[in-house]
């Protein structure tokens, strides 16, 4: 753009800053949004090369929607601050040991409690709950009824749920609470 140009443009820019500004508000919806994109438009204009133009409040008016809409993209591939700091605590969580022993001491008792299954629940429990298979093809593959798949799905999840709670009674069970219960009284 020549110089005369781009004086044009800015001169348009500083007369009718205040139109634009209501007219960029509007369809951005918020004047603070509107009054950085005029900014960010006034910088971009002073690093652009273009002919000549016809039409200065219609270009400038486009030019600072363009500025909005990249600054839109730019946001939204932006982690936020808690995002980051989410992130950060998941990595750090993962390499916790203490979670990690009890996450291994959940599983042996899940694996203790589906020993403890018949043979044929197990089996339904497995494909139903590891292999992600629908209950009609254990049906067909069992030679059992659908709502018979449901009744063992079932009893195997309440035995697996009582047995996961037993070990957490043993574990924190009710001997504290009776402890910290006399405590308070005495």
């Known amino acids: 753009m020549t110089k005369t140009g781009l004086a044009l443009l800015l001169r348009v820019l500083m007369d009718d800053y205040n139109i634009l500004k209501g007219q960029l508000s509007r369809r951005l ?15 971009r204009l002073q690093r652009m090369d ?25 946001d939204r591939r932006r982690l936020a601050r808690s995002e980051i700091e989410l992130l950060l605590r998941v990595d ?12 291994r001491s959940s599983v042996r008792s899940l ?8 043979p044929r629940r ?4 497995i494909a139903a709950r590891l292999n992600g298979l629908p209950q009609a093809e254990i049906a067909a593959r069992h030679g059992i ?11 195997a999840l309440d035995h697996c749920r ?25």
């Open 50 to 74: 273009l002919p000549s133009v016809k039409h200065p409040r219609s270009y400038l008016f486009r030019v600072a929607l363009n500025v909005a809409a990249d600054q839109r993209r730019s």
């Open 162 to 186: 009582e047995r996961l709670e037993m070990k957490l009674s043993e574990k924190f069970g009710p001997g504290r609470s009776e402890t910290s219960d006399s405590r308070e009284r005495s």
């Open 111 to 118: 694996m203790e409690a589906l020993e403890e299954l018949p």
């Open 122 to 125: 197990r089996e339904i429990f």
């Open 29 to 43: 919806g918020s004047p603070d949004v509107a009054d950085d994109a005029l900014q960010d438009a006034y910088l």
């Open 145 to 155: 009824s659908m709502r018979y798949v449901e009744r063992e799905l079932k009893l």
């Open 92 to 103: 750090h969580d993962e390499l916790d040991p203490e979670r990690i022993a009890a996450g």
